[in-house]
């Protein structure tokens, strides 16, 4: 295992990707269009537009990042602006962001500080107001194992509210995961798969330790096609079949297209939705 050790959210997150999509692979149930274009200047623009129902959504960000430093603004439909200023490796490892929205800087502004050093990684987020939560993440390691957690601190009720415990053991060809959630009432274990270079299954399977039925799992495979093409189907415990189709119409053009149905309930109407990414 590297020295970099990876954060408390990556324990389980090859399973989470596979199953629900990261940056591809995401299951969209609606009708979304992105738009992603970069200036000469390195700024990168942003617009994402999505309709749900007879809805309809927007929003435009902006961001900017070298070396030392990035800014990123959000500016949605709302009327709701969040922005965001990132200092890197402002000391040895350390990153440091601050965060905030328009007009409500007050309530909801933020500053987060990553630590990264050789066999430890910490993440902290504290709110800037009176009696702000304190948000703690911290993983280590041994060789292909990962060890970590988190916890919440509420200042202004002077406890612990939140904490979530977690190992995970991850190979080139296979990751495990294992994380006991809820303050302890939930334990989820995540397992990932790479049959080969094209081929990948998983599962995740939750166990509310509190109920005698509160047992819930999903199972997921995509494929990758020789046409360069994902195609992933998902299923879970209540019977929700998903399935999607990504391909790429032409060089930075990706489409997705997906669908769900309730197997137990064939007369309930299915979700077809489709997201278009266009970048420039």
């Known amino acids: ?13 090859a399973t989470r990707d596979l199953l629900y999509g990261s940056k591809s692979g995401v299951f969209q149930y609606n009708q979304a269009l992105n738009i992603t274009t970069r200036t000469a200047d390195g700024v990168e623009f942003a617009v994402t537009t999505i309709k749900k129902d007879e809805k309809v959504e927007a929003a435009l960000k902006a961001a900017y990042k070298t070396k030392k430093y990035g800014v990123t603004g959000t500016f949605g439909s709302a009327g709701l602006a969040t922005t965001s200023v990132s200092f890197y490796n402002i000391a040895p490892g350390l990153d440091v962001t601050l965060f905030g929205t328009l007009p409500d800087v007050a309530s909801a502004a933020k500053v987060s500080a990553d630590y990264v050093v050789p066999h430890l990684t910490v993440k902290t987020v504290v709110g800037l107001t009176q009696n702000p939560k304190i948000d703690l993440q911290a993983t280590t390691g041994y060789k292909d194992f990962i060890f970590g957690g988190e916890a919440t601190f509420d200042t202004n009720k002077q406890d612990v509210t939140k904490w979530s415990a977690g190992v995970g053991y991850q190979r080139l060809d296979y990751a495990v995961g294992a994380l006991l959630k809820d303050m302890g009432n939930t334990l989820t274990v995540a397992y990932a798969h790479n049959v080969d270079a094209s081929l990948s299954a998983g599962a995740e399977i939750s166990k509310r ?34 399935g999607l189709y990504e391909t790429m119409l032409k060089p930075m053009h ?10 137990t309930n064939m007369e309930k109407p299915p979700k077809i939705g489709f997201a278009l990414d266009i970048k420039n």
């Open 254 to 263: 990706k489409l997705a297209l997906s669908g769900q149905f309730d197997a």
């Open 1 to 13: 295992m590297a020295t970099k050790v990876p954060a408390f959210s990556d324990i389980g997150r």
């Open 209 to 242: 330790l509190n109920e005698k039925e509160g047992t819930s799992f999903t199972l997921g495979v995509q494929k990758k096609l020789d046409n360069g093409s994902l195609v992933k189907v998902r299923l879970d415990n209540q019977g929700i079949a998903s």
